[in-house]
């Protein structure tokens, strides 16, 4: 393959080479080469329909089809040379293609512009990452339910403000992730279905005089239809900043996880291990057992929201349409929407490979005097109080229990009593952590046997969806 950093592709209009800083600040082949095989894709839909409008000539397409496949097999293959000197992907796979084929290559770019280009190809590859992501968040989404089935019954401590606050168990408290990437799941479907409409055909702004079909470009494409107004169509990035709003709320649900589990694995929860192929050790502390991976899945979070706040801040001043700003919008993209699938892989390792600690979770359920609330609801149950008194009543009791320094279900039936004589030695029955959990049977309550039929209703559904893949 030849040199092709001098060919410069400006025509007439140029008489001097660019500043080196020039070069340096304009190129953007150093990440936008990732959109290499979006770029052959949409040119070879392209090339299609230039020849079935009777654009360019069969012989032409076919040239320019077979040169473009050729282009696609030396990048798959590691033997492309990209040039810095020639900017883009686009001037790169156009340049290789006039080596391979000659003058027909000069035909591919009739009636479309680079700015219509490089929306067609951001909306295709990322419209191609929603697609992974959504079966990744899928593949984590039935690890945390099969750990749920496997643990629905498991009685741990359920939180508000970090401070004991109700048993729950441990199945229940991981199906609340997966109702959260399910919603992840949704936000990018709905980023995927809005983002479908082709811009290729638009040209630079304006659109083209040229007889081009661009509904038979976009069904080739696999999009619903071509975006409706030129200007729009290549000043448009919200695919990319609805992409990257919901990637950010997604990195945000495994950050939560994450400090979950760097909370739960430390000495003084002791809830959770994970083996040696997701911790760390230490270069001087021999004792060390590093929950790196989780850690860094929480720091990624930071850089997803950062990508889409930089991406908000570029384009909130632009004019219509294009501008070269706007080539700010992949760096940070590609990074972002790469952090969050290495992030969601990650995460599922850690999910399949942790296992709780049983006796320390059961240990601290009735901590911090977790059942005050199943007493106070048995005192309205069983006594008539109205809530609010029962309540009172309950402070009482959990002060007596403090006193002593005993759990509430320590306290002998008397001291019970001293708060309300009425209370019977059936107040008992609610006062373990086990009881309290198997109580919570309203929808969507942490009764094990809720959670068991949650688990295995979220296991068929994903299996299923997984089958017809």
Request: glycine share 6%; charged share 25%.
């Amino acid at each position: 393959m030849t040199d092709r950093s001098a060919n410069k592709m400006w025509g007439g209009r140029f008489a001097m080479s660019p500043a080196e800083v020039m070069e340096e600040i304009n190129a953007s082949i150093g990440f936008d080469k990732a959109l290499a095989p979006q770029d052959i894709r949409a040119s070879k839909a392209h090339t299609a329909m230039l020849a079935a409008q009777g654009i360019i000539t069969k012989e032409d397409a076919r040239k320019i089809a077979a040169g473009l496949e050729r282009v696609l097999e030396e990048i798959a293959a590691g033997r492309f040379q990209f040039s810095r000197a020639l900017e883009d992907v686009h001037m790169n796979v156009e340049s290789r293609l006039k080596e391979l084929i000659g003058e027909p290559a000069g035909r591919l770019h009739t009636a479309r512009s680079r700015n219509d280009q490089v929306a067609t190809d951001f909306k295709l590859w990322v419209r191609d990452w929603i697609d992974g992501a959504d079966a990744a968040l899928a593949d984590l989404q039935l690890a945390l339910a099969r750990k749920a089935e496997a643990h629905c019954d498991l009685v741990m401590p359920g939180f508000t403000h970090l401070q004991p606050a109700q048993p729950v168990t441990f199945g229940h408290h991981l199906l609340a992730y997966v109702e959260m990437l399910a919603r992840d799941r949704g936000r990018l479907r709905d980023a995927r279905a809005r983002l479908n409409e082709c811009p290729l055909g638009a040209a630079a702004l304006a659109g083209t005089s040229f007889p081009i079909d661009r509904h038979m470009t976009a069904e080739a494409l696999g999009f619903d239809r071509p975006t409706a107004n030129s200007l729009d169509s290549v000043a448009d990035r919200d695919f990319a900043l609805e992409t990257l709003a919901a990637a950010s709320i997604a990195g945000m649900h495994l950050s939560r996880l994450a400090e979950e589990i760097v909370i739960w694995m430390t000495p003084q929860f002791g809830f959770v291990r994970l083996s040696d192929r997701f911790t760390t050790g230490s270069s001087i502390m021999p004792q060390k057992r590093n929950p790196d991976a989780a850690e860094l899945v929480r720091a990624k979070a930071g850089r997803i929201a950062g990508a889409f706040q930089s991406l908000l801040m570029v384009m909130k001043g632009l004019p219509l349409a294009y501008a070269k700003d706007m080539q700010e919008d992949k760096e940070a993209t590609f990074d972002a929407l790469a952090s969050l699938r290495l992030g969601i892989a990650a995460m599922a390792g850690m999910v399949e490979d942790l296992e709780p600690n049983a006796e320390a979770m059961r240990a601290a359920a009735g901590g911090g005097y977790a059942t005050a609330t199943d007493l106070a609801d048995w005192l309205v149950r069983s006594m008539g109080l109205p809530f609010r008194e029962a309540h009172h009543v309950t402070g009482r009791i959990v002060a007596a229990a403090e006193a002593r320094g005993v759990a509430l279900d320590g306290l002998p039936l008397e001291a019970l009593q001293a708060a309300n004589p009425r209370i019977t030695k059936d107040v008992f029955s609610v006062l373990a952590p086990d009881a309290s959990v198997r109580s919570r049977t309203s929808f969507g309550g942490t009764a094990p046997q809720n959670v068991r039929k949650m688990a295995r209703a979220w296991i068929k559904r994903l299996e299923k969806a997984a089958s017809k893949v």
